[in-house]
């Protein structure tokens, strides 16, 4: 009976040890208040992040981040215990509406940190009716780079890579102005064509893609790859990187392109290979106005922390990150932070921080993901099965087109049915 008592006993504490209101590190063996904070920062702009939190934890005495860097860094944060964690904006609704995080507002304001104080994009982002449930952290643009020896000047607009296909297609016929893929950033070249023919693809709670203005703006594409033979044909995950790179063969020939319209991620990559011959630009226009596509990382508060002096801990923390000369370290990773102090910071030294200078100047014309429940999953059906036809199929009829456009949306409304709220 005695050792059943003392069994109840111990299985009552870890039970209290487990329910602390934040992470269940508690203090360090030199009685530092441990805070746990989890990214999916697993490449190279990983060791920046732990700049800033090294420095943090060097500055004080009181607090210690203990940082984990993750592949799956949401699979962990679902089933751990942290007290801050990285997401993308385009989550932050689901999130927000699952109960895993909370309102970050006072904590903010501890830190001395405003919404206002980042870009309006970046602002609107995060704010919900019912408060801020994030911090921005930056904004990462589609971005173009261009190789200067193939294109010395950057494309414009539609007509430019038109211009620069004729120039190219003259010295060999296996380059081309730019490469559009069939899957890796499908959603980023769908979402960018909206956004710069003005489509507003948000209907009550769920996405509308039954849009004939879409299907005609989605043929873009596909009159680049198949008619003005501005795109290489059947380019695959990730192509408009590998064809700029010149690693995709195409009938035992190497094809190549000028240009690359893909994610900043893959600065370090194309600045080994190109030098001082490579060029970072912005999306050009081929719609009817400039928009551009992307995401964005954000820091978010668990639900689980209510402990006063972990929060207090964190507001710390933020105040530390969030001064330009420590948030400038984002910047040296090729980030763009949305935090004005620090943009200020990089546009004063561009030459330094050529990547993050050139996104911030498209930050104005920025269009991020909608708040929707299940956002990704309600785009799902578009990214996966039409877009892939779009750029495939040389002869994809507007009314084939629609009708899957009519499926996308009713796969995007049994999603959004799912919600919680």
């Excluded at 003259?170 to 960018?192: C, H, K, R, Y």
């Excluded at 995401?295 to 507001?315: F, K, M, N, Y």
């Amino acid at each position: 009976m005695k050792k059943l008592a003392f069994f109840l006993v111990i299985l009552a504490v870890l039970f209290l040890t487990a329910c602390g209101g934040g992470s269940g590190s508690g203090e360090t063996a030199d009685g530092k208040i441990e805070l746990t904070y989890i990214n999916g920062f697993t490449g190279g702009d990983g060791d920046f992040m732990k700049k800033i939190t090294n420095g943090f934890n060097e500055s004080q005495d009181k607090y210690v981040i203990k940082e984990s860097q993750e592949k799956d860094h949401y699979t962990k944060f679902k089933t751990g215990n942290y007290d801050l964690v990285i997401i993308h904006t385009d989550l932050l609704e689901t999130y927000k509406q699952d109960g895993m995080i909370q309102d970050i507002s006072s904590v903010m304001e501890t830190a001395g940190i405003s919404p206002d104080d980042f870009h309006d994009k970046a602002k609107e982002q995060v704010t919900f009716d019912d408060g801020v449930f994030a911090v921005p952290l930056d904004i990462h643009p589609m971005t173009m780079f261009y190789n200067k020896k193939l294109a010395p000047e950057a494309p414009q607009n539609y007509a430019d890579f038109a211009s620069l296909t004729q120039t190219l297609k003259q010295q060999d016929p296996n380059l081309f102005a730019t490469g559009v893929p069939s899957a890796g950033l499908g959603e980023w070249f769908i979402m960018t064509v909206a956004a710069q023919n003005g489509i507003n693809l948000v209907e009550d709670n769920y996405m509308n893609f039954a849009q004939e203005e879409l299907a005609d703006a989605l043929m873009i594409y596909n009159d680049m790859i198949f008619k003005d033979k501005i795109s290489p044909e059947g380019l695959g995950l990730d192509g408009e990187f590998q064809a700029f790179m010149k690693q995709v063969d195409e009938g035992g020939s190497a094809v190549q392109t000028a240009t690359a319209l893909t994610g900043p991620w893959y600065y370090q990559a194309v600045k080994e290979a190109y030098g001082d011959d490579l060029g970072i630009a912005s999306v050009p226009v081929i719609g009817e106005q400039p928009g551009v596509y992307g995401a964005g990382h954000t820091l978010a508060l668990p639900s689980s922390v209510t402990d006063e002096e972990r929060i207090a801990g964190i507001a710390e923390f933020l105040k530390y990150m969030y001064t330009p000369e420590n948030l400038i370290n984002w910047a040296d990773s090729g980030q763009a932070p949305t935090h004005m102090p620090t943009m200020e910071l990089v546009e004063s030294d561009a030459a330094k921080y050529p990547l993050s200078a050139q996104n911030i100047k498209q930050f104005d014309s920025f269009e991020g993901a909608p708040k929707l429940y299940q956002y990704r999953e309600q785009v799902r059906y578009v990214v996966e099965n039409v877009y892939p036809k779009v750029v495939g199929e040389a002869n994809i009829s507007k009314e084939t087109l629609m009708s899957e456009l009519e499926k996308a949306t009713e796969q995007a409304k049994q999603v959004a049915e799912t919600a919680p709220q």
